[in-house]
């Protein structure tokens, strides 16, 4: 005797945030895409922001190395908020806890919100866009970047992503006003 499959019955109807995710993340992967999404991502997390503040300090003279120190300052001090104080807070779930999804990269331990590649790169982004306001849609455009390659790789939900990012713009805008203060 067979019996037939029944999906349970949903409680809530699926948000807006999950819809998002699986069209983001349900786009192609493949090994060479994957890398080149992976390489973004990676130096969206601090260290790629870090090394654009300091190619500015040695390219540009003091306007360049004020906004290589603010640029370093936002994207590193955002991390360490995101990281050791919020993040604790919410301790959301990642996307693939307790879901067959593929994840491109390590599967991390620490809660999803916010993301902190996101509020990184947008920290930074918004400290470049203060001192260099012509680089603007690049910055802006590699920030998105980062953060839609975050859901890509499965590592983040969208909302996570618009968190984080929105954290990055004001600690971005809070840097950028302290140092040309001064």
């Given amino acids: 005797m067979q019996t037939s499959s029944v999906d349970p019955p949903r409680l809530l109807p699926e ?33 790629g922001w870090v090394a654009a503040g300091v190619a500015l300090a040695w390219l540009d003279g003091g306007r360049g190395r004020r906004a290589g120190a603010a640029t370093t300052v936002a994207a590193l001090g955002t991390t360490y908020l995101v ?8 301790r959301r779930r990642r996307p693939w806890v307790d879901r067959d999804v593929v994840v491109v990269g390590l599967r991390t331990a620490d809660a999803s919100f916010p993301s902190g590649h996101s509020a990184s790169s947008f920290a930074a982004a918004t400290t470049l866009a203060t001192f260099y306001p012509k680089a603007s849609p690049l910055v802006f455009a590699l920030a998105t970047g980062v953060g839609v390659s975050r ?18 713009i004001a600690t971005g805008t809070l840097v950028s006003w302290l140092v040309r203060r001064t």
């Fill in 15 to 47: 948000t807006v945030d999950r819809r998002l995710y699986r069209a983001i993340h349900g786009l192609p992967h493949s090994p060479l895409g994957d890398r080149y999404v992976t390489t973004l991502s990676d130096l969206g997390e601090g260290l």
């Fill in 151 to 168: 859901v890509h790789l499965g590592h983040h939900f969208p909302s996570d992503v618009v968190a984080g990012g929105l954290l990055g």
């Fill in 83 to 90: 990281q050791r104080m919020i993040k604790p807070v919410f």
